[in-house]
């Protein structure tokens, strides 16, 4: 398949085995200046997909039609950034100089103010959002509805401490010296999640899981996958897939049993970056790696969600020739659909710039 206005790629499938094997792929272990093939698939049509773009503007683009719709309400000249919570699209303005940020909730296309603040992120329950703002010396956690009235009291919480996501576990926060903690969503008090409390940094969760890199199981202290269970306290090792990029992140499906997992490979200092792609059936806890990857992309601009019919969505900059050194032509912003069990991806091109960022809206 030839994208318009991209150079062709050769459609490469890396299939895998009943087992969960990836099968051999000359680009399964791309290092150093060897080349790379590019992302490839089908012609994506008919998706019925809708994204939410932020950047230096923020509007709402229909993929089938290519149709965009700017967001109102917002005020000009700023930076913005969204994500969604539960079946609501959320757009927040970065901080400026002299101005806050400022949490918006999507009415359709047009922003309705909720909350001051310079960090949000999505409330379990997907009834709101959890928004973080400086107070003082430190910074306040506060949760909001979609209403805009506080669902319980804020707390206050190191700004080096600040939670960034809330899960089965708790809040999950990060620490300035790279460990993560988690906190309780009542107070923020520290939460113990595993017995023995290993090293371990939470990847994603499901509504009664969580997947963490634990420090503590493997040869020689290397980070391994495991499955913690909140409710028994059990760490139960999973089996790293066949992929020499560091797991990132994991975003469950609609039905809690599969996990997308984004490997990647900054290759600092190397010349490219890449994303690899699986995902893990948490109960046969077997590994699937999605047709046509690993593939060179642009890591800080990857986004992956699942649509409700069980979908799995990528959107970002790839790079779509093989050049170990690619140029800024050779990128080109692409959404991805894939459903499991598939052979292939199906991909479009997107008329999305450089440095604005896609992600899949709720109708």
Not at 4 to 17: E, K, L, R, S, Y
Not at 186 to 196: C, E, H, I, N, T
Not at 303 to 310: E, N, R, V
């Amino acid at each position: 398949m030839r994208v318009a206005g991209v150079p062709a790629a050769v459609v490469v499938v890396a299939g895998c085995t009943s087992s969960g094997t990836a099968a051999p792929s000359p680009t399964a272990f791309p290092r150093g200046d060897r080349p790379m093939a590019p992302l490839s698939g089908g012609p994506l049509t008919g998706g019925g997909l809708r994204l939410l773009v932020t950047g230096a503007r923020a509007y709402l683009l229909e993929v089938d039609s290519g149709r965009r719709t700017a967001v109102e309400g917002l005020p000009p000249g700023r930076e913005y950034w969204g994500f969604v919570a539960g079946r609501t699209a959320v757009a927040a303005v970065r901080p400026g100089r002299r101005d806050p940020g400022r949490v918006y909730v999507l009415d359709g296309a047009r922003a309705r103010a909720l909350a001051d603040g310079v960090w949000a992120f999505a409330s379990r329950d997907g009834r709101g959002v959890w928004v973080t703002r400086p107070a003082g010396s430190r910074c306040e956690l506060r949760e909001y509805s979609f209403a805009g009235t506080a669902s319980r009291p804020g707390f206050p919480v190191g700004c080096d401490e600040v939670p960034f996501a809330d899960s089965v576990l708790g809040l999950l926060a990060n620490r300035n010296d790279g460990t993560m903690a988690v906190l309780s969503r009542d107070g923020g008090r520290p939460l113990s999640v595993s017995r023995g409390e290993p090293g371990w940094q939470v990847l994603g969760t499901t509504r009664d899981q969580a997947l963490a890199l634990v420090s503590s199981l493997g040869a020689g202290g290397r980070e391994s996958p495991a499955l913690l269970d909140p409710a028994t306290r059990r760490v139960t090792p999973v089996r790293s897939p066949a992929t020499e990029g560091r797991a990132a992140e994991a975003v469950p499906g609609p039905d809690g049993r599969l996990l997308a997992v984004r490997f990647v490979d900054p290759a600092f200092p190397g010349p490219r970056q890449y994303l690899d792609v699986w995902v893990l059936d948490v109960e046969t806890l077997r590994w699937t790696r999605l047709p046509s990857m690993p593939v060179p992309a642009s890591i800080k601009t990857a986004s992956m969600a699942w649509t409700p019919d069980g979908r799995l969505v990528l959107t970002g900059d790839y790079v779509m020739t093989d050049k170990v050194y690619p140029a800024e032509s050779d990128y080109a912003s692409m959404v991805v659909d894939w459903r499991p069990g598939e052979g292939a991806l199906r991909v479009k091109r997107l008329p999305v710039a450089r440095g604005e960022i896609a992600v899949l809206a709720p109708r």
